[in-house]
């Protein structure tokens, strides 16, 4: 397995990512390039509501707030029973609301034209972007990590390839991609199906 053959990374991606983190001011970008970006940086925020055409039909607008703002109450573990077999979900804690204030709206043009994405008031973020990818992982890397765990490679060889062969480099790597936190255990749970809607660390909701 080569991480760099199965795992390209954009150019830019770090550079646009960090300013969709920010956000010191709005940014307006083509769409490819934001549809392109968005995946390095999609785990740092959950929708607020579903998303709304605007400006007589001309602009999509979705709503996003921080995920350590929380605004939403947390699931309730239960027990389901399917065919005769009783499964358990994993125990997880809830995280505590109101950790981070942040909210933005991304507004695309319905022509393809542009994307605008900006803050929805003058809070910044009370964490850096590790926080937030120690909750949940952005979707580049859980993408990467459900390709390969299709394939059948075991989640000792999916680390270890996004490890490149535990080189420093592939540490920082990693790092830069959002799974500095990541363990096997993680990848083995979304192996078996649990853990795919976050692959979080320590089993926060």
């Not at 909210?103 to 900006?118: N, Q, Y």
């Not at 990693?174 to 795919?196: A, F, P, Q, V, Y």
Request: net charge positive; aromatic share 6%.
């Amino acid at each position: 397995m080569s991480t760099e053959a199965m795992m390209p990374i954009s150019a830019d991606a770090f550079h646009y990512r960090t300013i969709l983190f920010e956000l010191s001011k709005p940014v307006t970008i083509p769409p490819q390039i934001f549809d392109e970006i968005w995946p390095y940086v999609d785990s740092v925020y959950s929708k607020l509501q579903q998303e709304l055409l605007q400006a007589y039909g001309t602009v999509r607008v979705q709503k996003y707030e921080c995920r350590l703002r929380k605004s939403r109450k947390s699931s309730v573990a239960q027990v389901a029973d399917t065919d005769g077999k009783v499964i358990k979900r994993r125990q997880s804690s809830i995280r505590n609301a109101n950790l981070c204030n942040v909210r933005i709206k991304v507004s695309r043009l319905v022509d393809g034209t542009a994307v605008t994405v900006e803050r929805l008031d003058e809070h910044t973020h009370t964490h850096d972007i590790e926080e937030s990818f120690r909750i949940k992982k952005p979707s580049i890397l859980v993408g990467y990590i459900k390709s390969e765990a299709a394939k059948n490679y075991s989640a000792s060889q999916i680390y270890h390839a996004i490890r490149s062969a535990g080189t420093r480099e592939g540490a920082e790597r990693l790092k830069e991609l959002g799974g500095s936190s990541l363990k096997t255990k993680d990848i083995m749970n979304l192996k078996r199906g649990l853990g795919s809607a976050d692959l979080g660390h320590g089993n926060c909701k």
